[in-house]
C-alpha cells in the first residue's frame, strides 16, 4: 500500500478496544482482540493515517501495544512522526511522569484534557474514583474526552469493551458510540467479540439488551450511588444518565446511523464475521 496514492493519507481515525466479558463464549481470548488491535493499526499506519487512541497507560495494556507498534513500524523505514495521538482525561494525565512522558515522546503524541468545570474541583489533584462524588467528576471528564475524540477523529472503529467495571457515565465503548453518532461521524463496530460494541449493535438492529437496563447496571451498588448523585448534580447542559433514551436513541438511528459508507448488508457482515481479514477489508472499504 503506497501512502502517497492512499485517501486516508493524514486523516485521523480512532481505535477504541477493551476487554469483553464474552470473549471465551464466542471462542476467543484476549490474544485474539490484541491481535485484531494490531493488524488494525498495521493498516493504518501503513496507509499514512494517524490513530487516536483514548485509553490510559496501564503496563502491559492495549496502549503501550499501540506504542510498540509504531516504534517497530519507525524502525523498519515508517514515518518519524508521532502516529498515535493518546488522549487522555482529567485526572489520569496527572499519574503521568516525566519518565513516561520522555519514554514515549517519540511514540506518540499524548494529549492531557482538561478537568471537569466543577465548583471546588482542584484540577492540579488527582482524585481517586473513590465516592459518589469524586467518580461524578470522573464521568462528567470521560464525557468531555469522548466529546473530544467525536469532534477531531475522521472515523472510529470500536471492538468489545467492558459492561461492567468502568468508570464512566456508561461503558466506555457504548459512550463513545453515542457521540460518534450524534456528531454524525463514521462509526464502525466490529461485533464477533461482543461485549459493549455487541450491546450497542443490537440496539441499531432494534433490539433492548438487557445489559444496558438500570436493572443490570444498577447491580453494582456503587455505580448506583455514582448515577444517582450525577443526575442530582449535573447541569442543565449535561445529560442525565438515562438507560432508557440511550437505547431510544440507538433504535431510532438504526444501521443508517453509523454513516460508514457501507451497506445494511456489509454492516450485518461487519457486526458478525468471526474473520480479521474480512473485517479489516469491510472497514478499509
Known amino acids: 500500500m503506497n501512502p502517497t496514492n492512499n485517501p486516508l493519507v493524514g486523516r485521523v481515525l480512532g481505535i477504541s478496544i477493551s476487554e469483553s466479558p464474552d470473549l ?7 490474544i485474539h482482540l490484541r491481535d485484531a488491535l494490531v493488524e488494525f493499526a498495521r493498516y493504518m499506519l501503513a496507509a499514512g493515517a494517524t490513530i487516536a487512541y483514548g485509553g490510559d497507560l496501564r503496563a502491559g495494556g492495549f496502549t503501550h501495544t499501540l506504542f510498540d507498534l509504531v516504534s517497530t513500524y519507525k524502525g523498519a523505514g515508517g514515518s518519524s512522526a508521532n502516529r498515535i495521538k493518546n488522549y487522555l482525561a482529567w485526572p489520569i494525565h496527572l499519574k503521568l511522569t516525566v519518565a513516561q512522558r520522555a519514554e514515549l515522546q517519540n511514540s506518540a503524541q499524548i494529549i492531557p484534557l482538561p478537568a471537569p468545570d466543577i465548583a471546588g474541583l482542584d484540577p492540579k489533584t488527582y482524585l481517586p474514583p473513590s465516592t459518589a462524588e469524586n467518580t461524578y467528576a470522573w464521568c462528567r471528564s470521560l464525557t ?11 472515523a472510529q472503529i470500536l471492538l468489545g469493551g467492558r459492561l461492567i467495571g468502568y468508570k464512566g457515565k456508561y461503558p466506555g465503548v457504548v459512550e463513545e458510540a453515542y457521540e460518534f453518532m450524534k456528531a454524525g461521524k463514521p462509526l464502525y463496530l466490529i461485533g464477533a467479540y461482543g461485549g459493549a460494541t455487541g450491546a450497542v449493535l443490537e440496539s441499531l438492529q432494534g433490539q433492548r439488551p438487557p445489559s444496558l437496563t438500570e ?3 444498577f447491580q453494582n451498588d456503587d ?21 432508557t433514551k440511550l437505547v431510544d436513541f440507538f433504535n431510532k438511528s438504526g444501521i443508517a446511523g453509523l454513516h460508514n459508507g457501507l451497506s445494511v448488508e456489509e454492516n450485518e457482515r461487519l457486526f458478525s464475521t468471526p474473520h480479521l481479514p474480512e473485517v479489516i477489508a469491510l472497514v478499509f472499504k
Open 24 to 30: 471465551e463464549s464466542l471462542g476467543f481470548s484476549a
Open 215 to 217: 436493572q443490570a447496571q
Open 144 to 154: 468531555q474526552m469522548r466529546e473530544r475524540l467525536a469532534r477531531d477523529n475522521d
Open 223 to 243: 455505580y448506583r450511588a455514582a448515577c444517582e448523585y450525577y443526575n442530582q448534580h449535573a447541569p442543565d447542559t449535561e445529560e442525565r444518565i438515562d438507560y
